[in-house]
């Protein structure tokens, strides 16, 4: 039995907790398409996380993930994926390919850890012949990356920070109403970035009658359509974003649904947390030790 | 030999222990424990060895049963092994997952209409199945090699069947899987009390030793398509193995909430993520104390069983039919109800209903009663109106059935029925040249040996259809005159000799 391992080419931190890793995968770098995610398990132990393939290189062989060290497994990763490692377990690319429309005028909207996957969309829309507004959001301005990356595939950037550090003083949405009031005819705006914002997108345009689309992320295990853990309610009806998204239409998404359903094993995580950060800092104190015992 | 008849054979089953209810309901431990030698060649003196024998007709995969039954009875037990998997891939599998009440065992002679229960084929079996496995015993056979390179997507009992009849025609074969531990339904959803892992896994290292190649994570249809493997990839054929897998929900209110969830996720969480073991696996299970679980066919009562097991406290199981119509195996039925678990018959929920933080917290059923046969035969549930009544529970389980995965239908031009299932003729071939389907995703649920006889099925038709001689087939003899041949070999056979036993 073959049991591949998935080489880590390169790693580079954004942030205290942010960080993205280049994983060699020819056959996937290939088949990847923007909108697309994978499955990825960090040692037999471990649980099935799905992570947005933010970039794809087909000439280097690569995926891009980009990851945000929010819970144990995520936290795991940040410690224990260098590069000239490998990843455990690595599948994908999943879900449906996001639809690259003929729309003319396009809001191309990334929050937070939002602006990696949606990065790979404004490319291919730019691509398309279409007109690109790139609307970026962070809480500071120091926790901004890909600021020139993303640019150069826009015709126009938009930059938002909470606190006011760069750009506009505000959320994406104040970016998404400015784009709006400038140019009137908007056909498209695609948003990525935590739940709770692309609803405040969804809201924005809603009044607008802009069509507009987002890529959800509640829980999953398997990624193949098998279990059913990641079904989101969308238009009164059952989907499950692993096989029927994970893009959808954020006008008829039940957010309110998927918000509690994303705080499902909220306990379980936190406890997972907890025994992870304890387990560390006895490694750290044994660590310690150990090297005070070597300088004796 | 005095020929045995009804009366002169052991009238009582040869007893098989199994682990005491009370004290299996808490561990994952193997229930029923198998026949010892003893035991086996009690059991195996009730075979009457017909001259015509109903079982090998009841088999899916036509084990010559009193032929391996007669070794045993010699003691030869590594001859009735060999002898049995001629046409057997998985005995430790199939011998205890088998519906062997419907298929061999239910058209035995010694348990028709005479009041005794039939032979315990499926229970001899397995006992050959594990002997081979404790002994490390292998087929050994030399295999010719063949120029042909056929792709395998799935490693469920389909596909391994199908990837081992193709290996032993001397194709080279690789399996693609999309977890990241092959298997398929015998990993993931059968749980270790009835099928445990090691079991699996010498299965899967009986593939190894054929040479099969097994690639897990990868997903076919995303990373290639089945196009692209018979274009770029080279592949002579392709077999399609991949299950139906994806679960149903009723669609009634309520269903999203927190505490609602498919028994394939909780079978997958529990036994390919180890959930059970949490927090030394990662993976969380979130199992409350109130277990309902909706249907009752074997998958009902994996997830019935398997939450007994994670220490819930009241497991129910909610059916809308009868008892009668229960479609799990009786013996599952029976090992469930030992374990203390409460069956409502007859019973159908309409509505789950939730607490102020979206988890659930009771269901509203409603009665039924059963009205005229349908189509199938079966008696159709009508609600007895205002019957409604609710229900205590704070996890619910859809068992409900499911429907065919939509990847490949999303991905490849491959032709699909009108349900979503995968098209096939009667020699398993798809809508593609080379590409064959079979199990799951061309029948909808079935069992595990079904699957199995289609992957030989399959396995046959490509060897067919690559032009291999099949040892399965009677070849007509030649024509005289040698018209058609070349020193009496059909001149369409690329490859003449495949096996040979060492």
Excluded at chain 1, 195 to 207: F, G, L
Excluded at chain 2, 27 to 38: P, S, T
Excluded at chain 2, 239 to 251: E, N
Excluded at chain 2, 276 to 303: C, H, Q, W, Y
């Amino acid at each position: 039995m073959v049991t591949s391992r998935f080489p880590i080419v390169s790693r580079t931190d954004f942030s205290e907790t942010t960080f993205l890793l280049d994983i060699l995968h020819p056959t996937m770098a290939r088949a990847a398409k923007p909108g697309q995610f994978v499955i990825v398990m960090l040692d037999e132990h471990g649980e099935r996380i799905p992570l947005t393939i933010a970039d794809f290189d087909r000439d280097k062989g690569t995926i891009t993930l980009v990851v945000q060290a929010v819970g144990k497994s995520s936290r795991q990763m940040q410690a224990d994926c260098q590069a000239g490692g490998a990843i455990y377990a690595i599948v994908g690319p999943m879900g449906i390919p996001s639809e690259i429309s003929n729309a003319k005028t396009v809001i191309c909207v990334g929050g937070g850890l939002g602006v990696a996957p949606i990065y790979p969309q404004a490319r291919a829309f730019k691509e398309a012949g279409a007109y690109v507004i790139g609307v970026v959001g962070f809480r500071s301005a120091n926790l901004m990356f890909w600021e020139e990356k993303f640019k150069a595939v826009c015709d126009e950037f938009i930059v938002c920070t909470d606190d006011g550090s760069a750009g506009l003083h505000g959320l994406v949405t104040d970016g998404i109403e400015q784009a709006i009031a400038k140019h009137g005819t908007i056909d498209e705006v695609v948003a990525i970035g935590p739940p709770i914002m692309m609803r405040a997108c969804a809201e924005t345009t809603r009044p607008h009658k802009i069509k507009t689309m987002v890529s959800l992320n509640p829980i999953m295990v398997d990624g193949t359509g098998m279990c059913g853990g990641c079904r989101v309610r969308v238009n009164a009806q059952i989907k499950f974003a692993c096989v029927d998204g994970p893009d959808f239409d954020g006008h008829q998404v039940d957010f309110d649904d998927l918000f509690s359903r994303l705080h499902r094993y909220r306990a379980e995580e936190k406890q997972a947390m907890e025994r992870y950060s304890d387990s560390c800092r006895r490694l750290i104190a044994a660590d310690a030790a150990a090297a005070q015992e070597g300088g004796k | 030999m005095v020929r045995k008849t009804i009366r002169t054979i052991p009238q009582e089953r040869a007893l098989m222990p199994v682990q005491d209810p009370d004290i299996r309901a808490t561990n994952f431990d193997e229930v029923a424990l198998g026949f010892d030698i003893e035991a086996a060649k009690l059991e195996s003196e009730r075979c009457l060895m017909c001259p015509e024998p109903a079982c090998v007709e009841g088999c899916p995969v036509k084990i010559d049963i009193p032929g391996f039954i007669e070794k045993i009875l010699t003691k030869d037990y590594r001859g009735a092994y060999d002898h049995m998997t001629n046409a057997t891939m998985l005995p430790a599998v199939c011998g205890r997952v088998c519906p062997q009440e419907d298929q061999c065992e239910g058209v035995c002679a010694v348990g028709a209409g005479t009041g005794l229960e039939p032979v315990a084929i499926g229970r001899l079996e397995r006992f050959l199945g594990d002997m081979a496995i404790k002994e490390g015993w292998k087929k050994s056979t030399h295999i010719e090699p063949a120029p042909f390179k056929v792709a395998i997507v799935g490693s469920g009992p389909a596909g391994m069947a199908c990837a081992a009849d193709l290996a032993k025609a001397g194709c080279k074969v690789t399996i693609y899987e999309a977890l990241h531990k092959p298997g398929g339904v015998l990993r993931y959803g059968i749980p270790e009390f009835r099928l445990p892992n090691d079991v699996v896994d010498a299965e899967i290292a009986n593939l190894d030793a054929l040479g099969v190649e097994i690639i897990c994570n990868t997903l076919v249809g995303r990373l290639f398509t089945i196009e692209d493997m018979l274009g770029d990839m080279g592949y002579d054929a392709v077999f399609i193995g991949v299950g139906a897998g994806t679960p149903y929900f009723m669609d009634i209110p309520g269903e999203n909430l927190n505490g609602v969830l498919s028994a394939n996720e909780l079978l997958t969480r529990c036994n390919l993520m180890h959930a059970g073991e949490f927090p030394a696996f990662d993976t969380p299970l979130g199992l409350g104390r109130k277990v309902a679980v909706i249907g009752s066919g074997n998958t009902a009562m994996d997830a019935m069983r398997v939450s007994k097991r994670l220490g819930a406290e009241e497991v129910h199981c909610i059916y809308r039919r009868s008892e009668v119509e229960c479609p799990a195996r009786a013996e599952e039925l029976h090992h469930a109800q030992e374990e203390g678990i409460d069956f409502h018959w007859l019973t159908n929920p309409v509505e789950i209903l939730g607490d102020a933080n979206n988890n659930v917290r009771g269901i509203r059923c409603i009665r039924m009663e059963l009205g005229e046969p349908d189509k199938s035969g079966r008696r159709r549930p009508v609600a007895i109106e205002g019957s409604e009544f609710d229900f205590e529970a704070d996890t619910v389980v859809y068992a409900i059935g499911t429907s065919p995965n939509p990847i490949l239908g999303q991905t490849s031009t491959i032709g699909l029925n009108k349900w979503g299932y995968i098209d096939t003729d009667e020699s398993l071939a798809t809508s593609l040249a080379g590409v064959y389907a079979g199990g799951d995703i061309v029948t909808g649920a079935a069992t595990v040996i079904q699957a199995m006889g289609a992957g030989r099925k399959a396995a046959s038709s490509i060897k067919h259809y690559l032009r291999i001689r099949d040892s399965d087939v009677v070849y007509t003899p030649e024509e005289h005159g040698f018209a058609h041949s070349l020193f009496g070999i059909d001149t369409d056979e690329q490859n003449f000799v495949r096996i040979r036993q060492i």
